[in-house]
C-alpha cells in the first residue's frame, strides 16, 4: 500500500472533489467508510446531507481556534492498494483509516481530543482520509514526520492482511520531478524534466572532474549554467545550475541546487568525494589508455568480496565508486552500447545512496582510475570493455544482495534494474568473428572440445555444447591449445569467477572470460591486489582472481 499526503486551506474544496462523479469518471459510489465519531453526515449516501454541511463538522474546531488555526488546516492522505490485491471491504478500509491516523499522530487510539477526519471511498482500490488539523484542546496536532510513520503502518498491514509488499525507501531518494515539471517537460518536447536531464549531468560532471574547480568548467563546457555561491571569507558554500533556456514565466533561469537534484549532489558531498581524485598514474604513454581500463576492471573485480567482508561504511564506498563507474562508461563507450549503458548509470543512481555514513577515502583508488580513462580515447579493442562489464555486472548483482541482506529495499530493486541493463549492454559485443571460426573447426576438433568440457563441467557441459554459442567456446578453447595452454583447468577457472546457474548464456560469458584468462596467462602472473604491475600494451585487460571459488553469489 501507498500513501500520499499533502495539506490544504479549504475543507469543503477537498470534499468537493471527492464525491464528484461528473468530471472524475474514476469515482464511482463515493461514500464514508469511517468518520471521527461514526455520525459525520454522508452526502454519498445521505439524500439530505451536503457537501457543506460535513465541511462545517470538520471546520468546526478551527472556527473555534480562530487566527491560532493553521492556514494550511486540511490533511488529506490518500492511501492505495496494489492492482493485484484484492479488493477490500468498507469496514477493512476503515481499520486501516484508523491505524494511519493513530500512527500519524492526527487521531490517536483513544484520545477525545483527537482531530475530527472522515474516510471517504470512491474507488475499490484506495480511500482518501480528510481531517482538520486542530484538536478538541484547539491545539494543534503532533504529527511529524507524519509520511514515514505512516509508510510503516502501511508495511504492517500489509503483511497482516496477504498484501503486496510494497518496495520502500529510506527517504535518501533524489526529489522527484513536479508535475508541474513534468508538464512543462511534455510541452517542451523533452522525455525528462530539467531537473533530472541536470542531475544526469552534474553525476557525469563528478565521475569525470579531478577538483572542484574542474567540475565546474565541465558543468559550464556542457551548456550548464552555474552560480556559485561564496561565505564572507571567498570559500565556495555551495551552487545552483540551471538548463539554458529553461526559464520560468518572468524569462529568469529555473535553478537547481545540488541537495535539490539529489542527497550527494550537494557542494559539501561533491567536495568530500573530489578531496583526493587525481587521475591515476599509468606506466608509458604508450600503454596508458589499457593500463588505466585494466586498473578500473582489477578494482571492480574485488567489489563482490569488499561487500562479503568489509564494514559497512567502506562498503557503502565502493558502492558509491560503482556508480561513478557507470556514470562515466557512456561517456567513453561506442555508440552501440550508450543507450543500455546509460539506463545502467539511471537506475543504479537510486542503488548508490542509504543512510549509512560513505566513507570515500577507501575507494580512491579506483575512483582515480575513473578519472583516468575518461581522459583517453574509446579503445578499439572492444574485449576491453567487455571484461570491465563481466566485472561491473558482478558487483551490482554484489551490491543487489548487499542492499537486500539490509533491507535497503529501493536500492537493491534499483540494483537489480541496473543488472538488467548491464546484461543487455554486454551481449550487444558481436561473439560473430569467433563463431564463424567455431563452425569452421573441424568436427574431430569440436568433439575434442566438448570432451574438454564434460571433463572441467561435467554439470553444465549438456547445457554448454547445445547452446548456440558453443562454436565460439570452442574456438576459444582451441586458440588455448595452440597458445600451449591446459583448457581444462582454464576452463575451470572461468567458471568459478562465480557461479553460472542464471548465465542466459553460459557459453557466450565462458567465452569472454578465457579470452580474459588466455590473455592474463601470456601477461605471466600479477598480484590480485595490484593493477600497477600490469605491463602497457598487453593485448587483454587484467583481472586478479581473488574471488572464492566457493561463493554463491549468482553470476549472471
Known amino acids: ?316 564506498a565502493h558502492i558509491a565508486v560503482l556508480a561513478e563507474t557507470l556514470d562515466a562508461l557512456p561517456l567513453i563507450a561506442p555508440t552501440d552500447y550508450k543507450p543500455q549503458l546509460a539506463q545502467a548509470s539511471a537506475a543504479f543512481e537510486r542503488a548508490s545512496r542509504s543512510r549509512i555514513h560513505t566513507r570515500h577515502q577507501q575507494a580512491e583508488s579506483t575512483r582515480r582510475a575513473i578519472k583516468a580513462i575518461v581522459r583517453e580515447p574509446a579503445p578499439k579493442d572492444g574485449a576491453l570493455l567487455v571484461f570491465l562489464l563481466d566485472a561491473l555486472l558482478l558487483a551490482v548483482i554484489a551490491a543487489q544482495h548487499w542492499h537486500r541482506t539490509r533491507h535497503h529495499d529501493q536500492q537493491a530493486e534499483a540494483a537489480r534494474q541496473t543488472a538488467e541493463h548491464l546484461r543487455a549492454a554486454y551481449q550487444a559485443q558481436p561473439l560473430t568473428a569467433i563463431h564463424e571460426r567455431g563452425l569452421r573447426l573441424a568436427v574431430s576438433v569440436a568433439q575434442q572440445q566438448a570432451v574438454i568440457v564434460r571433463q572441467a563441467l561435467p554439470d553444465l557441459a549438456g547445457q554448454i555444447v547445445a547452446e548456440p554459442g558453443w562454436p565460439a567456446l570452442a574456438a576459444t578453447l582451441a586458440d588455448a591449445q595452440t597458445a600451449g595452454l591446459d583448457p581444462t583447468p582454464l576452463l575451470a577457472q572461468a567458471a568459478r569467477h562465480r557461479e553460472l546457474d542464471t548465465a542466459t548464456s553460459i557459453s557466450g560469458v565462458l567465452t569472454w572470460r578465457l579470452h580474459r584468462l588466455i590473455g592474463m596467462a601470456g601477461e605471466g602472473p600479477t598480484r590480485p591486489d595490484s593493477a600497477s604491475t600490469v605491463r602497457p600494451g598487453s593485448s587483454t585487460a587484467v583481472l586478479g582472481d581473488s574471488r572464492r571459488p566457493g561463493s554463491r553469489r549468482s553470476g549472471r
Open 1 to 316: 500500500m501507498i500513501a500520499k499526503i499533502g495539506t490544504g486551506a479549504d475543507t469543503r474544496g477537498v470534499l468537493k472533489y471527492l464525491y464528484d462523479t461528473v468530471r472524475a469518471k474514476d469515482h464511482v459510489d463515493p461514500h464514508l467508510v469511517a468518520s471521527f465519531d461514526g455520525f459525520a453526515p454522508d452526502p454519498g449516501r445521505n439524500e439530505t446531507a451536503t457537501l457543506t454541511q460535513l465541511a462545517t463538522v470538520l471546520d468546526l474546531r478551527v472556527k473555534q481556534a480562530g487566527e491560532d488555526a493553521p492556514d494550511q488546516h486540511v490533511w488529506h492522505c490518500s492511501v492505495r492498494a496494489a492492482p493485484e490485491d484484492r479488493i477490500l471491504t468498507d469496514d477493512k478500509w476503515a481499520v486501516i483509516a484508523r491505524r494511519v491516523l493513530n500512527a500519524t499522530g492526527i487521531a490517536p487510539a483513544g484520545d477525545p481530543d483527537a482531530c475530527r477526519w472522515v474516510a471517504v471511498r470512491h474507488a475499490d482500490d484506495h480511500i482518501h482520509i480528510v481531517a482538520t488539523k486542530v484538536r478538541g484542546d484547539l491545539r494543534q496536532p503532533r504529527n511529524w514526520n507524519d509520511y514515514p510513520r505512516a509508510d510503516k503502518e502501511l508495511a504492517a498491514i500489509e503483511k497482516e492482511y496477504g498484501l503486496r509488499q510494497v518496495v520502500r525507501g529510506d527517504r535518501t531518494a533524489a526529489k522527484r520531478p513536479t508535475r508541474a515539471e513534468q508538464e512543462k517537460a511534455r510541452r517542451t518536447g523533452h522525455a525528462v524534466t530539467p531537473r533530472e536531464r541536470l542531475r544526469t549531468t552534474v553525476r557525469t560532471s563528478v565521475a569525470a572532474a579531478t577538483d572542484t574547480e574542474e567540475f565546474f568548467t565541465i558543468l559550464r563546457g556542457a551548456g550548464v549554467l552555474v552560480d556559485i555561491q561564496r561565505f564572507p571569507s571567498g570559500d565556495i558554500r555551495g551552487y545552483k545550475v540551471a538548463l539554458d533556456g529553461d526559464t520560468n514565466k518572468d524569462g529568469e533561469p529555473v535553478w537547481f541546487s545540488g541537495s535539490a537534484l539529489a542527497p550527494d549532489l550537494s557542494y559539501p558531498k561533491i567536495s568530500e568525494r573530489l578531496a583526493h581524485a587525481g587521475p591515476a598514474a599509468t606506466d608509458a604513454p604508450s600503454g596508458r589508455r589499457r593500463a588505466a581500463w585494466q586498473q578500473l576492471t582489477d578494482a571492480a573485480t574485488r567489489i563482490p568480496d569488499i561487500l562479503d567482508q568489509a564494514d559497512d561504511a567502506a562498503a557503502q
